[in-house]
C-alpha cells in the first residue's frame, strides 16, 4: 500500500492560491483554480487534483504555452448561448465563467450554451456540471483534449478522452454527478500510475503493433510519439463494443470544436510544426437546463432521487454489500477527508517541495 501524508485543506489551499499569484494569476482567478483542484481531492478523484497542480499548471506557464492572466473575449452571444475566447488563459477561469454565464442564462430563459475556444486543460469536468446542479439545473459538459485515444479499428491516438460529464439535482444530499472519460482510462491516471510505480491495467492501452501496453512511464512517452493510443470506453474493436465509447468521444470533439470553430484532433497536440511545446487551444462546452422551466425543481429532484434510491436498493450480486449511483462514493470520500484532510504521496509531496523553493514562497510544509 503506497505510503500518503495527510495535510489540511487549508493549507493546500493558502499553499496554491499563493503559488498561482506568484507566478502572475490574478488572485481571484488563483482562488478559483485552487478550489477546481481541490474539489477533484475532495472527491477522491485524485488524477485530476493537487498532484496535477505542478506540471499541468505551473510547468506549463512557466514553459509559455499557457498564460497566467485569462483574457476572455466574447465573440458571439444571443440570450441564450455564447462563444468565449480564452486567449490560452487558465481553462479553469475561462470555464467558471462560462458556465455562470450559462446559468444566469438558462435561469431567464430556460437553458443556456457557452462553448469556449482556446482554452487550456480545465481540471475536473464535474466542478462546472456541479455548479448547475447546485444552483437546481441540469449541467453538462465537455472538453477535448490532446489525442490520446486510437478510433476502433485504429492505433493511432487521434480523439482527447473527451469526458461527457452531467451534474443532476436530486433530493439527497449530493447530486448525481457522472464524471468520466471517453475512454476506458485518462491520461491522468496513467501519470499517477507512473508516479506512483504502478502498471496500467492491461487492455487500456494499446501499441502500434495492436498489443496492449502496460508499462505506465512508457505508455506516457510513446502517448506523446504517437506509438500508443487509449481504447475508447468498451475496449478495443467492436467485440465489447468499443465503438460506442468512439463514438461518444467524437460527439465531444465536435461540440468543443466545430461551435466555436476551434481547434481539434491532431492540432490539439501541443506541439509546433517543428516539434516545440505550443499552447494546445482546447475547447470546452457548458450547457445548464432548468428544472423550474419544466415540471418545478422539487418535482424534478424527487423523482431523480426516487429513481436513484429504487437503484441502490435493487436485487445485488452475490457477494456484493452495496449499489451505488454516480456521485455516491465521491459525497463518501468527502465525508472522510472533511476532517482528515487532503492525502498527499511522495511524488505530489515532492512537487510541492520544488514548487516552494523555485517560487521562493518560503511555506513552512506540514510533511
Given at each position: 500500500?503506497?505510503?500518503?501524508?495527510?495535510?489540511?485543506?487549508?493549507?493546500?489551499?493558502?499553499?496554491?492560491?499563493?503559488?498561482?499569484?506568484?507566478?502572475?494569476?490574478?488572485?481571484?482567478d488563483?482562488?478559483?483554480?485552487?478550489?477546481?483542484?481541490?474539489?477533484?481531492?475532495?472527491?477522491?478523484?485524485?488524477?485530476h487534483?493537487?498532484?496535477?497542480?505542478k506540471?499541468?499548471?505551473?510547468?506549463?506557464?512557466?514553459?509559455?504555452?499557457?498564460?497566467?492572466?485569462?483574457?476572455?473575449?466574447?465573440?458571439?452571444?444571443?440570450?441564450?448561448t455564447?462563444?468565449?475566447?480564452?486567449?490560452?488563459?487558465?481553462?479553469?477561469?475561462?470555464?467558471?465563467?462560462?458556465?455562470?454565464?450559462?446559468?444566469?442564462?438558462?435561469?431567464?430563459?430556460?437553458?443556456?450554451?457557452?462553448?469556449?475556444?482556446?482554452s487550456?486543460h480545465?481540471?475536473?469536468?464535474?466542478?462546472?456540471?456541479?455548479?448547475?446542479?447546485?444552483?437546481?439545473m441540469?449541467?453538462?459538459?465537455?472538453t477535448?483534449?490532446?489525442p490520446?485515444?486510437?478510433?476502433?479499428?485504429?492505433?493511432?491516438?487521434?480523439?482527447?478522452?473527451?469526458?461527457?460529464?452531467?451534474g443532476?439535482?436530486?433530493?439527497?444530499?449530493?447530486?448525481?454527478?457522472?464524471?468520466?472519460?471517453?475512454?476506458?482510462?485518462?491520461?491522468?491516471?496513467?501519470?499517477?500510475?507512473a508516479?506512483?510505480?504502478?502498471?496500467?491495467?492491461?487492455?487500456?492501452?494499446?501499441?502500434?503493433?495492436?498489443?496492449?501496453?502496460?508499462?505506465?512511464?512508457?505508455?506516457?512517452?510513446?502517448?506523446?510519439?504517437?506509438?500508443?493510443?487509449?481504447?475508447?470506453?468498451?475496449?478495443?474493436?467492436?467485440?465489447?463494443?468499443?465503438?460506442?465509447?468512439?463514438?461518444?468521444?467524437?460527439?465531444?470533439?465536435?461540440?468543443?470544436?466545430?461551435l466555436?470553430?476551434?481547434?481539434?484532433l491532431?492540432?490539439?497536440?501541443g506541439?509546433?510544426?517543428?516539434?516545440?511545446?505550443?499552447?494546445?487551444?482546447?475547447?470546452?462546452f457548458?450547457?445548464?437546463?432548468?428544472?423550474?422551466a419544466?415540471?418545478?425543481?422539487?418535482?424534478?429532484?424527487?423523482?431523480?432521487?426516487?429513481?436513484?434510491?429504487?437503484?441502490r436498493?435493487?436485487?445485488?450480486?452475490?457477494?456484493?454489500?452495496?449499489?451505488?449511483t454516480?456521485?455516491?462514493?465521491?459525497?463518501?470520500?468527502?465525508?472522510?477527508?472533511?476532517?482528515?484532510?487532503?492525502?498527499?504521496?511522495?511524488?505530489?509531496?515532492?512537487?510541492?517541495?520544488?514548487v516552494?523553493?523555485?517560487?521562493?514562497l518560503?511555506?513552512?510544509?506540514?510533511?
Open positions: 500500500m503506497e505510503e500518503r501524508t495527510y495535510v489540511s485543506w487549508n493549507f493546500i489551499e493558502d499553499f496554491m492560491i499563493s503559488a498561482f499569484k506568484k507566478i502572475g494569476v490574478p488572485e481571484e488563483a482562488k478559483i483554480c485552487a478550489d477546481v483542484l481541490m474539489e477533484s481531492d475532495r472527491r477522491g478523484i485524485e488524477s487534483g493537487v498532484n496535477r497542480f506540471p499541468i499548471y505551473i510547468d506549463r506557464i512557466n514553459a509559455g504555452i499557457q498564460k497566467p492572466v485569462t483574457k476572455i473575449d466574447v465573440l458571439r452571444e444571443t440570450p441564450t455564447a462563444v468565449f475566447d480564452a486567449n490560452d488563459g487558465m481553462g479553469m477561469v475561462a470555464s467558471y465563467k462560462a458556465m455562470k454565464l450559462a446559468i444566469e442564462k438558462a435561469k431567464k430563459y430556460g437553458m443556456g450554451m457557452v462553448a469556449v475556444r482556446n487550456t480545465y481540471g475536473i469536468a464535474g466542478y462546472y456540471a456541479t455548479m448547475a446542479s447546485n444552483a437546481g441540469i449541467g453538462i459538459t465537455g477535448n483534449a490532446r490520446s485515444i486510437a478510433p476502433t479499428f485504429g492505433v493511432e491516438n487521434m480523439l482527447g478522452t473527451n469526458p461527457l460529464t452531467f443532476i439535482p436530486t433530493d439527497e444530499d449530493f447530486p448525481f454527478v457522472l464524471d468520466c472519460a471517453t475512454s476506458i482510462t485518462q491520461r491522468g491516471k496513467i501519470e499517477y500510475f508516479k506512483t510505480g504502478k502498471d496500467t491495467p492491461k487492455g487500456m492501452v494499446v501499441g502500434r503493433d495492436g498489443l496492449a501496453k502496460t508499462d505506465s512511464k512508457q505508455i506516457l512517452k510513446d502517448l506523446v510519439n504517437n506509438e500508443a493510443a487509449l481504447a475508447p470506453l468498451g475496449g478495443i474493436g467492436e467485440e465489447l463494443a468499443g465503438y460506442k465509447g468512439y463514438g461518444y468521444a467524437t460527439v465531444v470533439e465536435i461540440l468543443s470544436a466545430a466555436q470553430a476551434g481547434s481539434f491532431k492540432m490539439l497536440s506541439k509546433d510544426e517543428s516539434g516545440k511545446l505550443a499552447p494546445y487551444h482546447l475547447g470546452h457548458f450547457i445548464a437546463i432548468d428544472t423550474e419544466f415540471m418545478g425543481l422539487e418535482s424534478f429532484k424527487k423523482t431523480a432521487g426516487d429513481i436513484l434510491r429504487e437503484l436498493s435493487s436485487e445485488k450480486a452475490p457477494g456484493e454489500e452495496k449499489i451505488y454516480a456521485g455516491e462514493k465521491e459525497y463518501l470520500v468527502w465525508q472522510e477527508r472533511k476532517e482528515k484532510g487532503v492525502p498527499l504521496n511522495e511524488a505530489c509531496k515532492d512537487d510541492i517541495i520544488k516552494n523553493e523555485m517560487l521562493g518560503d511555506k513552512k510544509l506540514p510533511f
